[in-house]
């Protein structure tokens, strides 16, 4: 089985710096897809970015990148510029790209990391 | 809004009670997938539906169900509750059995079991 660990629960940044929030995973499977999720107060769940395991290249979505590396099995984000609205639970998450599994579909979550940024 | 509803948003019951929560998923989205939020155990996968069958499932407890309607919506029964059920319980959908694109999240049933 597939697990996610994020070793920090927490980080803080002041704000218009950079932050790197960490996320290593554990699996068997080469061809997968990792993803890292924010959760503000309001609750909801949104995706910030996506990566997929067979492709070398580091995901970017504007201030947000990640550094994935592949054979230590970590998958970290990075926030530049950071703003006050990138307050909250961060989580990364893993989904098995083998179709036709009986967790094909199922995303697994780290603990997350709270996320606090300073004025 | 996400395009995926649930209701209701808050729910306060005792315990031994049954309760239903109800998810709407995106229009045109197939798959429904439900997950659990507490404290301790994090997010958690329960179950999804595909087309209105089951496609996978996660650590549902028995005392726990769910099923999906031919108008796609799916609505997951909790029985028997527990002190420990209390937590927010999210339901996601995608178009397809999975997504390689991240699946869109409703934003949540907060149970309360008193």
């Known amino acids: 089985a597939q697990t996610v660990t994020q070793s920090q629960p927490e980080m803080s940044v002041q704000e218009a710096e950079t932050v790197t929030l960490s996320c290593t995973y554990d699996?068997?499977?080469?061809?997968?897809?990792l993803f890292w999720y924010k959760q503000p107060p309001s609750r909801q769940m949104i995706l910030v970015i996506r990566?997929?395991?067979?492709?070398?290249q580091n995901a970017t979505e504007n201030r947000f990148s990640v550094n994935f590396q592949k054979a230590a099995k970590s998958f970290s984000l990075k926030i530049s510029d950071s703003q006050l609205g990138d307050a909250a639970m961060y989580f990364c998450a893993y989904r098995s790209a083998k179709a036709g599994g009986t967790s094909y579909g199922k995303l697994t979550f780290g603990q997350g990391t709270i996320l606090t940024v300073h004025p | 809004d996400s395009g995926v509803t649930q209701t209701p948003k808050h729910l306060i019951t005792a315990t031994g009670q049954r309760v239903t929560l109800r998810c709407s998923p995106r229009?045109?989205?197939?798959?429904v997938y439900w997950y659990q939020q507490s404290l301790d155990q994090g997010l958690q996968f329960l179950i999804q539906?595909?087309?209105?069958?089951?496609?996978a499932k996660g650590n549902i407890l028995e005392r726990f169900s769910a099923q999906q309607f031919p108008d796609l919506h799916s609505e997951l029964n909790l029985s028997s509750l527990e002190l420990g059920d209390s937590a927010l319980y999210f339901c996601?959908?995608?178009?397809?059995?999975?997504?390689?694109?991240?699946?869109?999240f409703g934003s949540g049933t907060r149970l309360t079991v008193v």
């Open positions: 990566q997929e395991a067979y492709k070398q």
């Open positions: 539906y595909y087309n209105g069958e089951e496609r």
């Open positions: 996601a959908s995608s178009r397809g059995e999975s997504s390689n694109y991240g699946y869109t």
């Open positions: 699996t068997s499977e080469s061809d997968y897809y």
């Open positions: 229009s045109g989205d197939l798959s």
